[in-house]
């Protein structure tokens, strides 16, 4: 952190203010977002005739988070930001979504679309729509997928014809559009894929547009959501499917070069990736606190090791403290990765060499591992609860249905694992790896965390060579140890900080001992546990192509 | 099977008569049952003033049940059943739970308390209640927890106290009763642990008790059903909060003598810990099934191996294909887990030495690892689905849904990782474990599943002489390995007779072939897998209790 306020760019952050900054995100999460987490699941939007009615308290919620400002943190000063790093937006972010992560979604996406408008937007484009999208009062969308365009964007079929004024007519269906319709705000900015005439197949034929629900002369732009989708988790969350040009006349602008689509896309995705990574850190923090609270107030029977002792709160018995030990030490894992991510993005804005190639390499671990861990995370603190974890009021439940979506959205999980082992390795031919690598064996003293790095060296130089089937086939173990590495020399860090604090006679040191202990198990339960998938990456797809479609289906 | 079918007991379980049973099962729960699976999900039981409601479509589908005999199975041929091997019984469950799981608890109970009636209950009662419980047209509970008793058996304080005819008044709440109230059958036969006056604290001081909706003249007993949970899932199966005695007149019987209420419960409960483990194959076996189809159907994206080769099924993406490949070889390695217990349970009923034992230890890995690996399936079968996955339409979140539960009723998967650590293991000091690690070695060639057996044997030496502490906190990660080594012993022998059958010119390849490819896969992955959790256990509990409540809480 120092490294990045202390450039002038960030002069701002300075640490009263971020302290002042994180109390009120934490005020506000606590105070007005987390009251509406189970009202939003419980009373999901209602979609009528192409108006959707957000829960009751949603409209008042959304505007404190306006009036606050808590969505310029990030945003340039040129247009109502407060120019202050991203790292700082990510803690503020952490705390909103941790309080309700369906209620987040609206300004996650909002962020995404802020930031390819800064990056890809014409001046005019960035004057009209940046400055109420910064605060929040209207705010925005991303429209990718289609019924037949998944994970597959190349395959869209969505069109825009140029009108000759400057602007684009936009015709198309898109599904699962988080935020497409709600009643929170003035106006909602769609940033739609789209096909020009005559555009090459494939990726390399899409443009990105912009479509506002209403014109910049007032009226009613031929957009509309066609209905809602009922989900498995984060029901306060509207998942649109939205129709574009129904009657001819849905009027969009074209944001960056016509083509330009896919790299104004990933401008957002990267962005947003690292985002839904920290979507896992939210939710397992929640469930943590929550599984903590629980097993400390609930007592049930005597500990096995002092029978006649009488019953005690359950985090005494040794399975539910490991659990317990588990979900703080992968929280606490998978939150220094994400925001080790965070800090080479702004490390990356700040020009610093070598920031904008680790970022890249992190991105993929931070999304695809956070989210697992996220889901393991709130399993386990259903499993703390025993019987009422399944009883809905309880709230365990939620988490472990709202953080189901995290390892397919925005790229599933295993996109990330190919990104991971494509772009990412055989890009460099696996420089940027190595130098990962490089950086634990250097400071680590840890003797699994040498151990797991030097299993992870060979398999990269292994997939580097290999076959591209087997090097997919084996790219989610192999990611999953990347990532388990990356988190175990991080949170080393953290003790050895930690320790040094005590030493130096830090007055609160409950933090600190909890962090130590936290790392210890970290070290001595996960790194080993994943240096079990070496075996599994070397194998990669060996035998998975032996079977017919007739043989996979019996 | 052929040495159990050998014995006279079990002559009737000719091959000719067990494939028409396995027909029929099938059949009922293809075209009975599974369409009523969603409609349960979505249109749960009611409840209106002690009256529960089953959802529609549902009377009528029990009613094939009975009517097809499907209860009498394993049932003693002296009340109306058919004295067939459980083996088939499970068979039987397994299709009737993977096409309605929330449906297959009221039949499930209704074995449970058949199976405690027949051993403990005296000639009277059984007479009096069995026949109607093994056709079904009654149906049966177990009504143990309390609010302030749940993996604490021991501290329930409902109360019996003796009338004076033979009968007992009983008094007292119960919850989580699953089907404690509905109208499928015509009687309601309650199970109830309770207290006698002045019965010993603890578990020693507690008595069965059969306490039935409709007394013998046929007239109302003060039982009745308070309300019902609002679950994350296995919506069709009511859960009830029962109350016994509320107008001071609820009457009940003793089933075994006064203070045997634990002897009689375990009964039922050992019984019901493999039945949970059977519902973590139903559900990875169903959730598997759709995903199979769902990855077959969808088309998208060129394989990465052949990206000029248009758009492919989804199944053909090294990393759909390896999530598919887990999910096989997960599902069929805990069926084979669960079945050789299954074939122990039989094995024992007829008397062979070794059997009850080789039980005891497998039953509480059948019931933890056949759940655990039944949540991590079904999440995967979300995964392949991709964002089709999150919509409920698709059936996929309500599998991840419903299954969430079997690794905390019937006790806890912490539960089931004590008793094996404890009373399967210090029990004897080890001894049945070695005898287990023993087959294994003698019959396996496969060097993963060897080094996998070495590291649980010298585990097996060090937690034996544990302290109480490091031995529950290694329980979890102890109960994988050993149940990884089990299912790979097993899968490796089913690989083995395919391997001859095909060899000996058998007719039907596909599913042969396939199950080497699965078992090879097993063997190559999830084996290597779990020798990473070998530090985790020898690590015990170290460093669990450094911390104190508010350091915990940070």
Known sequence: ??????????????????????????????????????????????????????????????????EGGWGTIAAPSAFEGQGLPSTLAFAVAESL???????????MLTQGAIEAIVKHGSPELQAAYLPKLVTGEWTGTMNLTEPNAGSDVGALRSSATPVGDGSWRVKGNKIFITF????????????????????????????????????????????????????????????????FGDNEDCRGWLIGPEFGGMRAMFTMMNNARLNVGLQGVQIAERATQQAVAYALERVQSSRASNPEGGPVAIIEHPDVRRMIFRMKAQTQAIRSLVYAAAGELDRAHLGIKGAKQRLDLL??????????????????GVQVHGGMGFIE???????????????????????????LVGR??????????????????LET???????????????????VKASVDDRLAASAPYLTMVSVMTCGWLMERQRTAATELIANGQVSPSF???KIATVNWYLAHIVPEATGLAVSVSEGGKGLYDLNTEELSV
């Open 1 to 66: 952190m120092a490294e990045i306020t202390s450039q002038d760019q960030f002069a701002a952050a300075e640490s009263d203010m971020v302290d002042a900054i994180l109390d009120g995100a934490a005020s506000l999460a606590a105070n007005e977002w987390a009251p509406l987490n189970r009202v939003g699941d419980t009373n999901p939007p209602r979609w009528d005739d192409t108006v959707v009615t957000m829960p009751p308290g949603f409209r008042e919620a959304y505007r404190a988070y306006v």
């Open 512 to 514: 600190l001992k909890a």
């Open 363 to 380: 991105t993929p671990l931070a999304k695809a591992h956070g989210t697992d861990v996220g889901c393991e995370v709130a399993s386990l």
């Open 424 to 441: 990412k390795l055989v890009g460099d031919e696996g420089e940027q790896m190595h130098a990962l690598i490089g950086d634990v064996r």
């Open 445 to 463: 003293k840890n003797a699994g965390l040498l151990i797991l790095a030097d299993q992870i060296s060979s398999l990269t130089e292994i997939l």
């Open 180 to 243: 497409g319709e709600h009643d929170l705000a003035e106006n909602i900015i769609h940033l739609v894929l789209a096909r020009t005439p005559d555009a090459p197949a494939g990726t390399r034929g899409i443009s990105l547009f912009l479509v506002p629900k209403f014109l910049p002369d007032g009226s009613r732009n031929d957009v509309h959501c066609a209905s809602i989708e009922h989900k498995l988790g984060i029901h306060a969350s509207p998942t649109c499917v939205m129709s």
């Open 393 to 419: 009021e309880t709230g365990a439940a939620q988490h472990y249905r709202d953080v189901r979506i995290t390892p397919i959205y925005e790229g599933t999980n295993g996109i990330q694992a190919a990104d």
């Open 97 to 107: 979504g941790a309080a309700n992560l369906g209620f987040s979604l609206g300004p």
